[in-house]
């Protein structure tokens, strides 16, 4: 295995604007319905960064290439099992096709996630290059969920 290139770095305050935009980056290539503002998902990042939440930058050097949004659990039916349940995780669109996905989940999971036997990721049915980045760093399917619009 080559080296690592990525770095992370945990998310200051300081990030929130850059971590907003890429969220609604994130947004936008994901096909998600999420009205916000660049304002209001940076009010919401702040939210996460002061929670039990975490915030990863991934780094190349001094350059940022995407972040991380995550969260450890107790597993559903086994309490002593930890899982992970990353909310976004998100390579800038002029780094993607690099490698850096798969290097940050490598990452995370060697660095952040050592101890965790489940990470689990939501992926909007409509994002297939989505579901075919998690496929590809080993993720399988495991559960749909269904909406009805009534209004």
Known sequence: MPPMTLTLRGALESDLPILA????QLIDDEGSLNPMTISEL?????????????????CKDTEIVGYAL?????????????EVYVRQFFITSDHRMMGFGREGINLL?????????TII????VNNHRGMSFWQQVGFAPYQTTMKLHTK
């Open 121 to 124: 990721v939501d992926v909007l």
């Open 42 to 58: 940076e009010d919401r990042m702040r939210v996460w960064l002061l929670s039990d939440w975490h915030i990863d930058l991934l």
């Open 109 to 117: 999971k060697e660095t952040r996630f050592p101890d965790v036997k």
């Open 70 to 82: 995550y969260q450890f659990r107790d597993n559903t039916y086994y309490k002593v099992e930890r």
């Open 21 to 24: 935009q890429m969220n609604k």
